[in-house]
């Protein structure tokens, strides 16, 4: 991964923990990022239907 791709993956990460800082209902947000989440992963072709945290 070059290192722009790296600064906007540090970037987006540190977005997604501020929003789950400072959410009225954090289990909604959570839920929300693990959407958005299994949909990048699917998108690149990785499946998410045996992930288990």
């Known amino acids: 991964m070059s290192?722009?791709?790296l600064t906007d993956q540090a970037i987006r990460e540190?977005?997604?923990l501020q929003r789950?800082?400072?959410a009225d209902d954090f289990q909604k947000e959570l839920?929300?990022?693990e959407k958005v989440l299994k949909s990048r992963?699917?998108?690149l072709g990785i499946p998410t239907e045996d992930l288990k945290y």
């Open 20 to 22: 789950l800082k400072h």
């Open 41 to 43: 992963l699917q998108s």
């Open 14 to 16: 540190y977005v997604n």
């Open 3 to 5: 290192e722009k791709g």
């Open 31 to 33: 839920a929300y990022q």
